[in-house]
């Protein structure tokens, strides 16, 4: 699986928009990006996936570039619920041998300002 | 989606002791994987737990320390073997029926003194 670099942590202001980067440069053709969050003492939530299209949930939007190298996740509305550690994660959709596990980076802290 | 629970949510115990995780999925699931997640860090994957068959662990990660079991498609445990305070960690079930979705359980917070 590619590797992702993102920064180590931001701070977003109540109600704005909260855009979390991640560089992926390395991706491969057949690699998804997914993102998924962290909320204190809790486990991982998933938020959103995309292989090179825009998406959007009711969660966020995920934005990637037209040569796949980064991607941004964008919080429209930033509460402070939304207070978490956000990991970037890249990998095939469909690796083989049924095996869908996750490898974690040391992903965003992300932390709303009321 | 799916909801995964965990027994017991957190527990302290003696060194050289074990403990056993239970991961309970409220539907039926393709995988199942157990991590752990040490103080202030990311989550490293232990092992896929494979239904009927012995799991698959990664590098790092033994049988002999870790014994997982999956009887069915909705549960698995994790034990900790002889445990030491290096063990002391959050462990962490997590269940997926595709491939991009996974569910995650809240944790075991194991402290080993």
């Known amino acids: 699986d590619a590797k992702t670099t993102q920064p180590p942590s931001m701070d977003c202001a109540e109600g704005r928009a909260a855009n979390l980067p991640c560089n992926h440069s390395t991706i491969s053709g057949n690699e998804y990006v997914y993102w998924y969050r962290q909320i204190h003492s809790q486990g991982p939530q998933y938020i959103i996936h995309?292989?090179?299209n825009n998406e959007t949930n009711e969660m966020a939007s995920l934005i990637i570039t037209e040569d796949r190298k980064s991607s941004t996740l964008i919080l429209p509305h930033a509460t402070l619920r939304d207070t978490a550690v956000y990991y970037c994660?890249?990998?095939?959709?469909?690796?083989?041998?049924?095996?869908?596990?996750?490898?974690f980076g040391k992903g965003t802290k992300l932390s709303v300002i009321p | 989606s799916a909801v995964i629970s965990q027994k017991p949510s957190r527990d302290i115990c003696q060194r050289g002791t074990s403990l056993t995780i239970q991961c309970q999925v409220d539907s039926q699931v393709t995988m199942m994987f157990w991590y752990r997640q040490q103080p202030g860090q990311s989550l490293t994957l232990i092992a896929t737990a494979n239904q009927g068959s012995e799991a698959t662990y990664e590098s790092g990660f033994v049988i002999d320390k870790f014994p997982i079991s999956r009887p069915n498609l909705t549960f698995s445990t994790l034990t900790v073997s002889n445990m030491s305070p290096e063990d002391s960690s959050i462990y962490l079930c997590?269940?997926?029926?595709?491939?991009?979705?996974?569910?995650f359980g809240p944790g075991t917070r194991l402290t080993v003194t």
């Open positions: 997590s269940a997926g029926a595709r491939a991009y979705e996974q569910y």
């Open positions: 994660i890249v990998r095939v959709a469909h690796p083989g041998a049924g095996s869908y596990q996750l490898t």
């Open positions: 995309g292989l090179k």
